[in-house]
Structures are given as structure tokens and as C-alpha cells.
């Protein structure tokens, strides 16, 4: 005769174990945004999963390791979508044709439009100082030659592009100040 399981045995026995890690951090954080919500009241959709709700899962994907679209349904089938999304979804809902379609979806609305609107929704919640702001996400280059500090020192090889231009060479400038102030 077997003796029966400790309680704490069969509780452990009849979970299903997962690791989260990060990943519930970065859902809530979007909750916290009110991303899926911001999105799915700019773009209204009659699918099986909101495309809010997509977005949610991809950003979770790409902040985990950035899976290729059709390798996302395969990150979601490991998480606790419930955890994640609050409620249980089908990680076929994330297949990459689903996932190519809230994309497009997105693209049409205007996606600089939608991220302005997630930019001013979390400089409001999160109370950041916007007295000084810079929308321009892009690098800052500047044209010409370097000047080397020392008499032997090579300039950087920059491979020439199939058609005549001057060549980009960027020069550690920050966001934000002009060129002459980070020299």
C-alpha cells in the first residue's frame, strides 16, 4: 500500500511549471502604457485577438530575444498568456499572417501618428519633463574628412556607394546638441 502524496507534493505534482522571467514585466508595463487599448480604439478590428493585444505579444518577443514573425505563435505557446494578456488567448491567434495583418493595419493608421500617441500617453503617466524634446529618432552625420590627432594615423575606410556621393561619416554627436557642442 502507497502512501498517499504530502499536500505540498500534489500541489507541485499537478502544476504546470513555467518560467516567466522578464516577460510579465513588460506586459504589465504595457498595461500599465494602456497600449493595447490606445491601439485597438485607433484601430478597431474584428478578429479572434485584438490587435492591441498583438502588438502586446510581439513587443514581449522582441524585448525577449526578437523572434522572426512566423517564430512568434512558437514564443507565445511558452508563455502564460493569461498572465500576460489577462485572459487565456490561443498562441495560434499569433501566427504570422495574424501578425502581418495588425502590422499593415498599423501602417495604414500611420504609425508615427500611433507612436506619438503612446510617446504623450507615457510622458503623461510616468510625469517626464518635456520642457526640452527631441522627436527626431534618426542618427546625426556629418559630411567631410576627419582630422587625425596624430601624424600617422589613418582615416576609417568607408566603402563607397554604387552611385557618386560624399561619404556619410557619423562624429559623436548626442541627440539633442549640435555638432559644435560635442566636439
Known amino acids: 500500500m502507497s502512501k498517499p502524496a504530502h499536500p505540498v ?6 502544476s504546470i511549471m513555467m518560467r516567466v522571467g522578464h516577460i510579465p514585466v513588460i506586459a504589465r508595463m504595457c498595461h ?12 478597431p478590428c474584428n478578429t479572434d485577438v485584438d490587435i492591441g493585444t498583438l502588438v502586446t505579444g510581439m513587443i514581449c518577443d ?9 517564430k512568434v505563435e512558437e514564443f507565445i505557446a511558452e508563455q502564460d498568456t493569461e498572465l500576460l494578456f489577462g485572459t487565456p488567448v490561443n498562441p495560434h491567434s499569433f501566427n504570422d499572417d495574424a501578425l502581418g495583418n495588425a502590422l499593415d493595419r498599423i501602417h495604414e493608421k500611420g504609425t508615427l501618428k500611433l507612436f506619438t500617441e503612446v510617446a504623450l500617453k507615457a510622458a503623461t ?3 517626464l519633463d ?22 600617422n594615423q589613418k582615416a576609417p575606410h568607408i566603402n563607397q556607394p554604387p552611385f557618386p556621393r560624399p561619404p556619410v561619416r557619423p562624429h559623436g554627436c548626442s541627440r539633442g546638441l549640435p555638432p559644435k557642442a560635442n566636439s
Open 130 to 151: 518635456t520642457s526640452h524634446c527631441s522627436f527626431d529618432t534618426t542618427s546625426v552625420n556629418i559630411w567631410g574628412n576627419y582630422n587625425t590627432s596624430q601624424p
Open 9 to 14: 507534493q500534489q500541489l507541485v505534482d499537478d
Open 125 to 127: 503617466i510616468f510625469d
Open 62 to 70: 522582441t524585448l525577449s530575444g526578437r523572434s522572426p514573425l512566423y
Open 32 to 43: 500599465r502604457l494602456g497600449l493595447t487599448d490606445l491601439i485597438n480604439e485607433n484601430i
